[in-house]
């Protein structure tokens, strides 16, 4: 196809043209089982009614005055996030990037230090402070200089990452499941260490939840589920069940770095993104809903242990909740592409990692016909090759 856009993305040879729950319907009529969520954002399904209600309604009140104005609409869902976090202030942005950008900005800020540590294989977002924290060369490639004073401790070494987090650092930013990393979780000893390290040395602890965040891994935010105590916390993707909008999430001792002038963005945080999250965290809320991921998610994990087991080509299958990854001894794009024949779609995480971040909502039916073609494909796959 000719295109006048940036070839920025490796498409896919599928063009979207409708979605509704777990399925996607491309421009040539064909129906896919979605086990990617629009990249883990649209974790309530698609269309939503209750979200695609409370857009629409706000859709014809306005969309957008500024942030001059007062917002009720920030006030309420800064309400609702602070109840579900314990955490007391939040800026609101668009984008993942955007809201770590907010996170590393206010930490240098608050702390009057420079150092920032992440780790190795991380993933935290394009923009320049975002990617500068993101531990993976590719990603930072023909962008130099690259801003300074940010470091990579080896993830899940403790060993190690005990010599980066000094006096000098102002945070560490860190992903409880390292999501385009790999599907890697976070070892319980390591980020519980992680934490009582930063605060013995008095930096802050950002957890990175834009990809692990709104029960994907079965709690709200992960870090509740590793019993971890962060003074900021960002979260995106599926903030707005793929509306556009994004939060970073701090302390109260904080705001006073915050202060008028010092940071902030045009569009964010504007009543249709506003609508989109106040109703999305509702549906989130819905009592069921997170012990129904973790069914889920046993389910899913049994199916696939159970079959990758005499698989020549799967060497683990690895992950927390509805976030799985599936590790191969070989490019997974291969066998993405017999899933797109099969009719279901997942993502890659690396070269060699296939990811599945189905809705929330998905039935176990459903999910269970979408694991069967993960493990058609990858049986088919492994046989063409002998
Ligand atoms: C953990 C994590 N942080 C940050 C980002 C960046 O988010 P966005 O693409 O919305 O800027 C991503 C996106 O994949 C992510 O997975």
Same mark, same amino acid.
């Given at each position: 196809?000719?295109?006048?856009?940036?070839?920025?993305?490796?498409?896919?040879?599928?063009?979207?043209?409708?979605?509704?729950?777990?399925?996607?319907?491309?421009?040539?009529?064909?129906?896919?089982?979605?086990?990617?969520?629009?990249?883990?954002?649209?974790?309530?399904?698609?269309?939503?009614?209750?979200?695609?209600?409370?857009?629409?309604?706000?859709?014809?009140?306005?969309?957008?005055?500024?942030?001059?104005?007062?917002?009720?609409?920030?006030? &309420?869902?800064?309400?609702?996030?602070?109840?579900?976090?314990?955490?007391?202030?939040?800026?609101?942005?668009?984008?993942?990037?955007?809201?770590?950008?907010?996170?590393?900005?206010?930490?240098?800020?608050?702390?009057?230090?420079?150092?920032?540590?992440?780790?190795?294989?991380?993933?935290?977002?394009?923009?320049?402070?975002?990617?500068?924290?993101?531990?993976?060369?590719?990603?930072?490639?023909?962008?130099?200089?690259?801003?300074?004073?940010?470091?990579?401790?080896?993830?899940?070494?403790?060993?190690?990452?005990?010599?980066?987090?000094?006096?000098?650092?102002?945070?560490?930013?860190?992903?409880?499941?390292?999501?385009?990393?790999?599907?890697?979780?976070?070892?319980?000893?390591?980020?519980?260490?992680?934490?009582?390290?930063?605060?013995?040395?008095?930096?802050?602890?950002?957890?990175?939840?834009?990809?692990?965040?709104?029960?994907?891994?079965?709690?709200?935010?992960?870090?509740?589920?590793?019993?971890?105590?962060?003074?900021?916390?960002?979260?995106?993707?599926?903030?707005?069940?793929?509306?556009?909008?994004?939060?970073?999430?701090?302390?109260?001792?904080?705001?006073?770095?915050?202060?008028?002038?010092?940071?902030?963005?045009?569009?964010?945080?504007?009543?249709?993104?506003?609508?989109?999250?106040?109703?999305?965290?509702?549906?989130?809320?819905?009592?069921?809903?997170?012990?129904?991921?973790?069914?889920?998610?046993?389910?899913?994990?049994?199916?696939?242990?159970?079959?990758?087991?005499?698989?020549?080509?799967?060497? &683990?299958?690895?992950?927390?909740?509805?976030?799985?990854?599936?590790?191969?001894?070989?490019?997974?794009?291969?066998?993405?592409?017999?899933?797109?024949?099969?009719?279901?779609?997942?993502?890659?995480?690396?070269?060699?990692?296939?990811?599945?971040?189905?809705?929330?909502?998905?039935? &176990?039916?459903?999910?269970?016909?979408?694991?069967?073609?993960?493990?058609?494909?990858?049986?088919?796959?492994?046989?063409?090759?002998?």
């Amino acid at each position: 196809m000719s295109t006048r856009l940036f070839p920025t993305y490796k498409r896919w040879d599928l063009t979207f043209e409708s979605a509704s729950g777990d399925t996607i319907t491309t421009a040539d009529g064909r129906e896919f089982i979605d086990l990617m969520s629009g990249i883990g954002t649209v974790n309530m399904g698609h269309n939503h009614p209750e979200i695609v209600d409370a857009v629409e309604k706000q859709l014809h009140r306005g969309w957008h005055g500024s942030n001059f104005f007062q917002y009720k609409q920030q006030e &309420e869902v800064a309400t609702q996030l602070t109840t579900m976090t314990g955490l007391q202030r939040v800026f609101f942005a668009n984008s993942g990037t955007e809201a770590n950008e907010a996170a590393i900005k206010l930490a240098r800020k608050a702390t009057g230090r420079e150092e920032i540590v992440s780790f190795t294989q991380s993933f935290h977002g394009r923009t320049y402070g975002s990617m500068a924290a993101t531990g993976q060369t590719k990603i930072h490639e023909g962008y130099a200089p690259l801003p300074g004073g940010f470091t990579y401790a080896p993830y899940n070494d403790y060993a190690q990452t005990e010599k980066y987090i000094t006096s000098d650092t102002a945070a560490v930013i860190v992903e409880t499941i390292q999501g385009e990393g790999g599907v890697i979780p976070g070892a319980q000893a390591f980020l519980e260490k992680v934490e009582a390290l930063a605060k013995a040395h008095g930096a802050l602890l950002i957890i990175d939840e834009i990809q692990t965040g709104m029960g994907r891994t079965g709690e709200r935010f992960s870090y509740q589920k590793f019993g971890l105590d962060p003074d900021m916390v960002t979260v995106a993707k599926g903030l707005g069940n793929g509306f556009p909008v994004a939060a970073m999430m701090g302390r109260e001792d904080l705001q006073p770095y915050f202060g008028p002038g010092s940071h902030g963005t045009t569009l964010g945080g504007n009543p249709l993104a506003m609508a989109a999250v106040h109703a999305t965290l509702h549906v989130l809320n819905t009592p069921g809903l997170l012990s129904e991921v973790e069914a889920k998610s046993k389910q899913a994990f049994q199916h696939l242990r159970n079959q990758c087991e005499a698989s020549d080509i799967v060497t &683990e299958v690895r992950g927390n909740g509805l976030m799985i990854g599936i590790a191969c001894e070989e490019p997974v794009a291969p066998i993405l592409t017999k899933m797109q024949e099969k009719g279901a779609v997942a993502l890659p995480a690396g070269e060699k990692v296939i990811r599945l971040l189905p809705p929330l909502t998905i039935s &176990e039916e459903r999910l269970a016909q979408g694991l069967d073609i993960v493990m058609e494909a990858i049986k088919e796959t492994a046989k063409t090759k002998s």
